[in-house]
């Protein structure tokens, strides 16, 4: 079934694939993000929301800080390896005079697209959201047979 | 002849014997950064001097136009100190900073020296009003644990700089109030900062409002994103997790 699977995809896919299982591994033991880049895109004014992903025997799930928005503006959409989180921020976000942006900077929007630990089973997702705060819980794609124990 | 590696400059002049001294270092929930940052601000806090280190990251800190060292004391004019950092600490100057400020309290005769920070909690979203517990170093801190309401941490592990800070105070002889109040580990929580800020009124007799902390919550969980991630990723190399594994055995 994997082999099948891995003949679908192009080789750039695979080669992708396992730089960020590297990344993913060295990040787990040393600690620190590879790519280093800043929570935000002034160009955009987007943030990147703080994200906390958490895996149990039978799901993912993925905790993320969204304050300044509205449950009903958050568009939520998933995939077997993939979760992206579009929100707008309810007021505009000013920073003024900030670091290489000696002016006053906005941002309106949250985004951010998490790649997931584990493959999941998109369409049974759930989230919920309670003081900023969205969880979403994400069942593990079940593979293999079951096995009779006598 | 041994490299000096911790200075503490600007402090020379100010008396601070019998005084308080309330530690902000970024941790769980950046709870004692957001809650010490707040204390300044509410009681109009001078600055008064700040930590020097070889191994403090090569980073300075720019308040209107002023260039300032990341590691800074504050103080009211009477017994309350405050040393905030803005800055993650790396591993090694965990140890220096902590072990300095353990040796220059109990030299300068500080009464005691109170570290605010978080206790990471599974189900914190479930939690309205998160709990402040304690530990302290002698039996004279804990009674005031108890006068002040304060529940006992009573078994478990810390992990990271304030468990540095807790060890180094232990060693120096000076006595060290850790405060933990229930907290997101991942995230800032200022709700954990005003649960702490409400026992250290009780404790200090302060009386300092915790109404425009939670009003300005969202825009501090904001500003306050960058600190957080450079946190988890301290959190994650010290092995932060440690302290909600279940416990081995203890003789």
């Known amino acids: 079934m994997e082999v099948a699977e891995r003949r679908r995809k192009s080789l750039f896919d695979i080669f992708e694939e396992i730089v960020g299982h590297i990344d993913r591994v060295i990040e787990e033991l040393v600690g620190i993000e590879i790519c280093e880049s800043p929570l935000c895109d002034v160009s955009k004014r987007e943030l990147k929301p703080l994200v906390h992903v958490y895996e149990t025997e039978d799901e993912v799930i993925v905790t ?86 006598e | 002849m041994e490299r000096e590696t911790f200075r503490i400059i600007g402090m020379e002049g100010v008396d601070v014997k019998g005084a308080k001294l309330l530690v902000g270092i970024p941790d769980v929930g950046l709870v004692g950064v957001i809650a010490t940052s707040h204390i300044v601000q509410s009681l109009k806090m001078k600055e008064l001097g700040h930590i020097d280190s070889d191994e403090v990251p090569p980073i300075v800190v720019i308040h209107e136009n002023e260039p300032k060292s990341p590691i800074r004391f504050y103080g009211d004019g009477g017994n309350l100190l405050v040393l905030t950092t803005e800055i993650v600490l790396p591993p090694t100057a965990i140890f220096t900073v902590s072990r300095g400020i353990a040796r220059w309290a109990k030299s300068q005769g500080v009464d005691l020296v109170i570290g605010l920070t978080g206790l990471a909690t599974p189900n914190r979203l479930e939690i309205e009003k998160p709990a402040v517990y304690g530990v302290a170093t002698n039996p004279e801190t804990r009674q005031i644990l108890g006068k002040a309401g304060i529940k006992p941490f009573e078994e478990g592990l810390l992990v990271g700089t304030y468990a540095t800070l807790l060890r180094e105070c232990l060693r120096a002889e000076q006595a060290n109030l850790t405060l933990l109040a229930e907290a997101h580990l991942q995230f800032p929580d200022p709700g954990a900062s005003a649960s702490i800020i409400e026992t250290l009124n009780r404790l200090l007799n302060l009386n300092v409002d915790v109404g425009e902390l939670l009003d300005k919550a969202e825009e501090i969980r904001v500003k306050a994103r960058e600190l957080m991630k450079r946190t988890q990723e301290q959190l994650r190399s010290l092995k932060k997790i440690q302290e909600q594994e279940l416990p081995g055995i203890y003789v």
Do not use: C
């Open chain 1, 64 to 149: 993320i800080d969204l304050p300044y928005v509205r449950k009903e503006d958050i568009k939520l959409s998933a995939s077997e390896d993939t979760l992206k989180i579009e929100a707008p921020i309810r007021e505009r976000v000013k920073l003024s005079r900030w670091g290489p942006y000696q002016r006053e900077v906005e941002f309106e929007y949250f985004r951010r697209t998490i790649k997931l630990p584990s493959n999941v089973e998109p369409e049974r997702a759930k989230a919920k959201f309670k003081d900023g705060i969205l969880q979403v819980f994400l069942p593990k794609k079940i593979y293999g047979y079951r096995i009779a124990v």
